[in-house]
């Protein structure tokens, strides 16, 4: 049925204030009134957060998320449920992976936005981390067994809403349960951390195999927070040269775990490489770390946000794409 153009304008208009107005009234985490609060990198009960997809999904809007990417570490099994409660909830939502890698003996993390979640070339790729990833688990029980600490593996997999993906954070919590510890970033220090009792090597896959699938499945691959990792400068540079001449895109400049001098430091260094800035908390569970979806503070003006041609480059990005302001 035709409708005269002027009246469907009209409606237009109307939901972009409403729209505005609901806006203006939420809680909005350090972002000008003007731009959208972006968290591209948090975790459910798929990998190691404790919150459902759905809940997750609905605490983001709570604190005032616009565009969420859900990003579970080597699993994309929560996508479907967070995308639906996304549209419930009238936030966007964009399709994400976090990919573990090692790269020069160091354990990284590659996150993948807008990725296409039935790719046969990410799923297998994934299913392989998986299954190295319940090898791991295994093996760290038995170290902590040694030390004197009996049944961590089992205790660890109560944790594990995924058994495909019980990780570290899955043992810290059971050591918590225990007494042994009082919270997560004492457990890792105490125990999980190269030297400590129940740390064990573990070869991930290639930086280049996780962009290769990650762009394989029309994704962008963002340099989690690369302050995190054990690299002097020097290698830090090596670093993003080459995660971008393997076809990365972005870097994570705000992350729950980069300090202000961070920001500033890898909004300089993403500029320096050519990669565009990503922005998210790396929430995992209500309290933890101090870490809330959409928390911290915006982008440094001088990045190009890694959203910043999505409304251009794919029809898949996200509802919200439609409702952006420029940034
Ligand atoms: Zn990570
Ligand atoms: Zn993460």
Redesign the pocket.
């Known amino acids: 049925m035709l409708r005269p153009a002027g009246l469907e304008n009209g409606y237009f208009a109307m939901i972009c204030l409403a729209y505005q107005i609901i806006r203006w009234t939420r809680p909005r985490a350090g972002i000008g009134l003007n731009r959208l609060n972006y968290d591209l ?1 948090c ?1 459910s009960s798929i990998s190691d957060g404790v919150l459902s997809p759905a809940l997750l999904v609905q605490r983001a809007a709570e604190k005032g998320v616009d565009v969420l990417a859900l ?1 579970d ?1 080597d699993d994309v099994g929560g996508l479907g449920e967070a995308a639906q409660a996304a549209a419930a909830v009238g936030i966007g939502f964009v399709n994400g992976v ?1 990919i573990s890698v090692t790269w020069s003996g160091v354990t990284l ?1 590659v996150v993948g936005l807008n990725i296409d979640a039935g790719n046969a070339m990410l799923q297998a790729g994934l299913a392989d981390i998986q299954l190295g990833r319940r090898e791991r688990a295994e093996r760290i029980g038995l170290e902590l067994g040694k030390h004197g600490i009996p049944g961590a593996f089992d205790g660890a997999l109560r944790h594990a809403a995924n058994p495909r993906m019980i990780g570290r954070t899955h043992f810290a919590r059971f050591l918590i349960e225990q007494g042994v510890c009082k919270d997560v970033r004492s457990v890792f220090k105490k125990y999980l951390v190269r030297g400590r009792p129940g740390y064990v090597t573990h070869e991930w896959t290639a930086l280049e195999n996780a962009v290769a699938w990650i762009r394989a499945a029309g994704g962008q691959a963002v340099l ?1 927070h690369p302050g995190r990792y054990d690299l002097k400068g020097k290698a830090t540079r090596r670093l993003l040269g080459e995660f971008r001449e393997l076809g990365g895109e972005g870097v994570e400049v705000v992350t729950g775990s980069h300090t202000p001098d961070q920001h500033a430091l890898f909004a300089e260094l993403a500029n320096l490489y050519g990669l565009t800035a990503s922005r998210g908390s ?1 929430f995992h569970a209500p309290g933890e770390y101090g870490r809330e979806l959409g928390g911290g503070p915006e982008l440094p003006v001088k990045c190009t946000p890694i959203w910043h041609n999505w409304r251009l480059t794919s029809a898949r990005r996200t509802r919200a794409a439609s409702k952006t302001v420029p940034n």
Do not use: I, L, R
Request: hydrophobic share 10%; aromatic share 0%; glycine share 0%.
């Open positions: 990198h975790h990003t570490h976090e993390h989690a790396d």
